[in-house]
């Protein structure tokens, strides 16, 4: 897991936004026709692709799926307290939770608790048998708080690049 304030910035020029906002759009975009959308040659255009791959600014390609149409119907958000604040509580949760396919995001976080999960199930019982086996001092958790959304309002995966 990256710390958030130690990641290193690129400097992007305008190109460099139009490519990757076009990419957020539709990162199964053929490298031609990013190219002609975007203003460039198609060699300047692939070239400028794998300058951002390679600097990590582009870190991947993955394809979105709704979770309620295959089954998985319950977003939730758990607050975890760890049982520690030491190094080997932290690192033991961090890496239970990156083994864990039902935790889609997880955060160590500043405030009140220590953690936060976005968990994706296909019901409630699922999840309470996931907090059961999973959300527990063997791996540095002390206390959960789950909280269930009641509406998704907005959800994206798209980053504003225009504030840069």
């Known amino acids: ?45 692939l070239r400028r692709v794998k300058l951002l791959e390679e600097s990590g600014v582009i870190q991947s390609y993955t394809t979105i799926v709704d979770p309620q149409k295959i089954g998985l119907q319950l977003i939730l958000f758990s607050r975890i307290w760890l049982v520690g604040q030491d190094a080997e509580t932290i690192d033991c949760f961090i890496e239970a939770m990156k083994e864990l396919p039902q935790v889609m995001e997880c955060y160590i976080i500043l405030g009140e608790s220590d953690a936060m ?48």
């Open 117 to 164: 999960l976005k968990v994706v199930v296909p019901d409630l019982e699922s999840y309470r048998k996931f907090q059961s086996a999973h959300l527990t001092k063997k791996n540095g958790i002390t206390s959960v708080k789950t909280d269930l959304p009641s509406q998704i309002i907005k959800q994206s995966f798209q980053l504003p690049l225009d504030d840069l």
């Open 1 to 45: 897991m990256k710390p958030l304030s130690k990641s290193i910035s690129v400097k992007l020029d305008r190109i460099d936004k139009n490519i990757i906002r076009e990419l957020q759009i539709n990162g199964r975009m053929q490298n031609n026709d990013l190219a002609r959308e975007i203003g460039l040659s198609p060699s300047s255009c």
